[in-house]
């Protein structure tokens, strides 16, 4: 089954810096990769997704690429903002579920 | 907005008893999920649903675990014998499309197990 990696486990960076997590998949059939941002105590919800037939997307801050002959996607928030401070989960589907990496801790220190 | 809201919100219970879960999904939604969250890590897959039958469940999701949707509103999910390590965040979700579209997760059921 799909297995979903995703790099670091927590960064901290300066207010207007950038972050940039990493994720792998494993299954080539996955086609949907969507990026979920969970607060502390809340739950996941989505920030951004990409589809296998693109290999950018932008939405204001936040960006993903995707690399489909690597199997790497990454997300990307320029000039971060405290309030970006969260776990970001990054995911992959092909079909009827969607598996969730480990997560990244991101603090944004004012 | 529509959301999808779980009941309850927290459930204490003892080892071995059974626990059910309770979901309303987004009126217009078709398919229907379960995750656990074990506190400080990742949300993992446990069941989706769809067509008033299960089409993919992990490997967590062993004879313990049932869902139902006995009414044309509701999604339950059923521990039949609780475990100290079933104490998690249970999320429901919900979405339009089957594993090409957002989910839209409810607020969660913590379970604690003694």
């Known amino acids: 089954g799909e297995n979903v990696e995703q790099h670091p486990s927590t960064l901290s960076v300066q207010e207007g810096d950038s972050a940039v997590i990493k994720c792998t998949y494993s299954d080539s059939a996955s086609n949907y990769f969507p990026w979920y941002k969970q607060e502390l105590g809340k739950r996941p919800q989505l920030i951004i997704d990409i589809r296998s037939n693109v290999g950018e997307k932008k939405d204001q801050r936040i960006a993903v690429t995707l690399n489909k002959t690597a199997k790497h996607f990454s997300l990307h928030i320029t000039e971060t903002q405290p309030e970006d401070s969260a776990v970001y989960f990054c995911?992959?589907?092909?079909?009827?579920?969607?598996?969730f990496g480990p997560g990244t801790s991101l603090s944004v220190i004012p | 907005e529509p959301e999808v809201t779980q009941t309850p919100s927290h459930q204490v219970t003892q080892m071995g008893q059974e626990v059910i879960l309770r979901c309303v999904p987004i009126?217009?939604?078709?398919?229907f999920y379960w995750y656990r969250q074990i506190l400080g890590q990742k949300v993992e897959f446990l069941v989706s649903?769809?067509?008033?039958?299960?089409?993919?469940k992990s490997e967590i999701f062993d004879d313990q675990f049932s869902v139902e949707r006995p009414d044309g509103s509701n999604f339950t999910l059923k521990i039949r014998s609780t475990k100290l390590e079933d104490s998690a965040m249970y999320f429901c979700?919900?979405?339009?499309?089957f594993g090409a579209g957002e989910l839209f997760f409810g607020e969660g059921s913590r379970l604690t197990v003694l």
């Open positions: 995911a992959a589907s092909g079909g009827d579920k969607v598996i």
């Open positions: 979700a919900s979405s339009i499309n």
């Open positions: 009126s217009n939604h078709l398919y």
């Open positions: 649903f769809y067509n008033n039958e299960i089409s993919e």
